[in-house]
């Protein structure tokens, strides 16, 4: 008999257990994202499914209530969930069932999700369809709340074989950082974290891009890496920190989530050498696959983001299509709302806040 139901952190560990030994597991359902989204408005309802006292499907759930006043709404978000059998439509109807009465519960408009699902599982869209969702369409670059397409590398081979499989000219920045003196570490304290953060604010100012605030990172250390399931990496130049980044790590993935690099000695090519560390440290950690995380779908080489695709096609790894992003819609009435009436609302509402005429 199935049963569904949201823990409480006296089952964390049973949890996150499920979720890391899970091949549709992935860093963003863990218990910790919840507290590391806490710290920015959310609340996490870790939903569990069981059968026989043994977990079969879980969602880590986030929710965030609405600005409508007078009205107890929320919206429920699952980054890259559900972890569920994609191929078992029972699971699934279970689950998003469950789902269904929290948000109930809590007054929900929708559940959006966007699983880390390679595009050509059609049964599985197909199992989402017959559930009742609804498909978003999302644009070729990074329109959509997470990447819909990314760069995999399978690094079960030899280090010798990752490097054979590499382009030339990476295999040649990475002796070349090598031969240059520049050194990789990982970051021991918030001291490292600090270096991480400025690097990146450097990177920010430079490629013309908005990065979230410093305490953001500091959630990411105190729940993520902290509880080994996150590494800061520097690389160093004559005693000079010139590039940093930051990995997730979850059973046998790792995820390539934040890189910063300075403007000075960029001729070293610590970007390279950073990753291929990365990638070791992957490896010794007993990981099979390295997600280099989000590229644009449009390969068109005057695309302004087709550098990032360069950059991490030439590790060797593969171009990879999810499934995309999916809503469960609890009402219509407040989901139209929501994408038509709450933007203009917002934006009225943010001027008279500012003050703007």
Not at 130 to 140: D, P, S, V
Not at 162 to 168: K, V
Request: proline share 3%.
């Amino acid at each position: 008999m199935f049963t569904t139901r949201i823990i409480d952190k006296n089952e964390k560990d049973r949890y996150n257990r499920f979720v890391a030994t899970h091949p549709q597991g992935h860093f963003l359902q863990l218990w910790e994202w919840g507290l590391v989204k806490r710290g920015m408005g959310w609340e996490e309802l870790p939903l569990i499914l069981e059968e026989d006292g043994e977990i079969r499907a879980a969602m880590l759930i986030l929710k965030r209530a609405l600005p409508l006043p007078g009205m107890k709404k929320c919206i429920f978000y699952s980054p890259r969930g559900p972890v569920v059998d994609v191929e078992s439509q029972e699971l699934c109807q279970v689950l998003l069932a469950g789902a269904a009465r929290v948000a109930r519960d809590h007054g929900a408009i929708f559940l959006k999700m966007d699983p880390a699902v390679d595009h050509r599982q059609e049964q599985f869209a197909d199992i989402l369809s017959a559930c009742g969702l609804r498909k978003n369409e999302t644009g070729l670059d990074f329109e959509g709340v997470q990447p819909r397409f990314v760069f995999r590398l399978d690094i079960s081979p030899s280090e010798t074989l990752l490097l054979e499989n590499m382009h030339q000219k990476w295999r040649y920045n990475i002796r070349l950082a090598s031969r240059k003196g520049v050194v990789i570490r990982q970051a021991e304290n918030k001291e490292d974290l600090r270096i991480f953060y400025d690097i990146l604010l450097e990177t920010a100012q430079r490629d013309q891009f908005l990065i979230r605030g410093y305490e953001y990172f500091e959630w990411i250390w105190d729940h993520m890496v902290l509880n080994g399931y996150g590494q800061i990496f520097v690389a160093e130049y004559e005693g000079q920190a010139i590039a940093a980044t930051l990995a997730m790590i979850l059973g046998e993935k790792a995820w390539y989530l934040y890189g910063a690099s300075s403007n000075e000695h960029r001729n070293v090519m610590p970007n390279y050498l950073i990753q291929w560390e990365m990638i070791r440290w992957a490896k010794r950690q007993g990981c099979t696959m390295y997600d280099f995380r989000g590229v644009s779908g449009d390969l068109d080489e005057n695309n302004p983001l087709y550098g990032l695709y360069r950059f991490k096609k030439g590790f060797g790894g593969e171009l990879t299509e999810f499934i995309g992003e999916y809503d469960q819609v609890y009402s219509r009435f407040f989901d139209w709302l929501w994408i038509h009436a709450l933007p203009i609302y917002l934006k009225i509402r943010n001027r008279k806040e500012t003050g703007e005429q």
